[in-house]
């Protein structure tokens, strides 16, 4: 949780005397609420934690949240109630537990929008507060499943051998206090090693990042960690514990002080930290727990034997388009993706870099049209109610661009297929490096090696050669001249034609 993302709480947030019938949001003025916005009906209190999320943020309370919440709402089952943990910073603790973990989804669309009040979270820890409670709640034997969303940075896997990276401080206190972890995989692997010696079944671990294969991911952190202190423990998680590799997709801006306090006016609810969201929702997960598989399927969530063949379609379609039109839009003065495909240049370059370079490389996904996925994700990133801002497309480019976008540009050049929209995509980042638009105005770059890669942008200039050579982004495709060549001279369009002019000619050229 970044200090942007914190809401400001005020005492007395709005006039009473202009908005007399707005009250606080707890356990106790629940069905007050009821006649403006849908509120949990289900009794809370029978709720059954089963489920310890780490991380909770506004995608979390916006996407697998609300499938729990639906599964207790239903009367399905009270057995998968969800206790959020923290690790870095106490504000979403400051703003739920006043408001005894309750909190409004608005879902909103070009047709209007609707609310509901989410129930299902029964607690909140922030774990550096109370190490203790958080271990003492993943030993329980009610928890029967570890849920993450901790970016794909935060899983530490070397990129040059793909193999857990130990390498770090909080590893280091973790290994030596194991009662007192600081990191996510310090308190899994403790929390497991309790349960084994207990004789208790573990929990199954299911990572909701936006990764290649995030299960896999999730368990070579886990194992990897494990190894590091016990080889007999990291043998038995490899064995019993299940990490399924999860799909899901949702857009979920962050949410605005001016966002919480329209809520408020029209609801009537005044929420701490409201989430606002679109209404699509998807969430696929491979079929493999290991305590009990929560209902989630009588309630939209699609269960599969292996999910690689959707993350490939979201990932590559809808989080590399939203790579390219962040930068591109950005460096146009653009300000959210609405107003990006509003710009008939934008809408036609995003339509045909899905339709002519990526679709072609792509598996179709058992029950998937893709024609249908790809128009309702031109849709989707049209929807002006949701009008997504473009510097959170922007954020962690170094993440983003080797995972959603560089995997299809190296099939493209390995297939020899066309891939000039791909470049242009890249070069679209590496101009954005700079951190500037066309017009000259700041844009911001916020990434977590910054630093080095906006000064090896500002040394090339139009030869990304420099910035090629950070080979735990790019690999060898630096050695690829023909390829260097079409990113330098997408550079050089950029420079001297402006962004529009360098999108039109690239979307009407032959891809070749």
Known sequence: MTQAEILPLPAAPFPAAALPEIRPLTQATLRS??????????????????????????????????????????????GWGVVGVGLHS???????????????????????????????????????????????????????????TITGSGYRIAPATGTFDGDDEDIAWDLAHPDRPRTVFGFIVEALDRRRRAGLPPFTV????????????????VVGFARLRNEVLARWITDRVSFPSSMVDRIT?????????????????????????????QWVIEDDFCNGRPPLDQVGVRFVADVGRYELMKTRLLNASHCALGYLGSLAGLPSLDLVMAD????????????AEVTPLLPPPPGIDLGDYKRTLLRRFAN??????????CRRGSTKIPHH????????????????????????????????????????????????????????????????????????????????????????????????????????????
């Open 33 to 78: 609420h009821g006649e403006q916005l849908t509120v949990p009906t289900y009794d809370r209190d029978a709720l059954i934690p089963a489920v310890v999320h780490f991380s909770v943020g506004g995608f979390h309370r916006a996407h697998q949240l609300l499938y729990f919440d639906e599964v207790a709402e239903r009367r399905i089952s009270a």
């Open 90 to 148: 106490r504000t979403m603790k400051d703003a739920l537990a006043p408001q005894d973990h309750l909190y409004t989804v608005v879902e909103r669309s070009p047709d209007g929008e609707r609310a509901r009040v989410v129930g299902v979270m029964v607690d909140y820890h922030f774990a550096p507060d109370a190490p203790g409670r958080v271990l003492d709640l993943l030993t329980h034997p009610d928890t029967r499943m570890v849920s993450l």
């Open 206 to 221: 299911v990572s909701c990042d936006n990764m290649h294969r995030n299960g896999d991911a999730a368990r070579t952190a």
């Open 253 to 281: 801006p962050h949410t605005t002080p001016g966002e919480r306090e329209a809520v408020a006016r029209r609801y009537g609810v005044d929420d701490r930290w409201p989430v606002i969201t679109e209404p699509f929702s």
């Open 344 to 355: 008939p240049v934008f809408a036609g370059y995003a339509t045909r870099l899905m339709d």
């Open 384 to 393: 002006p109610a949701i009008a997504d801002g473009l510097p959170r497309l």
């Open 405 to 512: 976008l560089l995997p299809s540009l190296r099939e493209a050049l390995d297939q020899d297929r066309p891939h000039r929209l791909l470049t242009l995509a890249v070069a679209g980042w590496l101009r954005y490096l700079r951190g500037t638009d066309e017009a000259g105005r700041p844009v911001p770059v916020d990434d977590p090696h910054a630093e080095l890669l906006q000064g090896l942008a500002r040394q090339g200039g139009t030869d990304p050669r420099p910035v090629l050579g950070v080979g735990s982004i790019f690999g060898d495709l630096g050695e690829r001249p023909g390829f260097v060549a079409g990113l330098r001279d997408a550079l050089e369009r950029l420079d001297r034609d402006g962004v529009r002019a360098t999108v039109t000619a690239a979307t009407g050229a032959s891809l070749r």
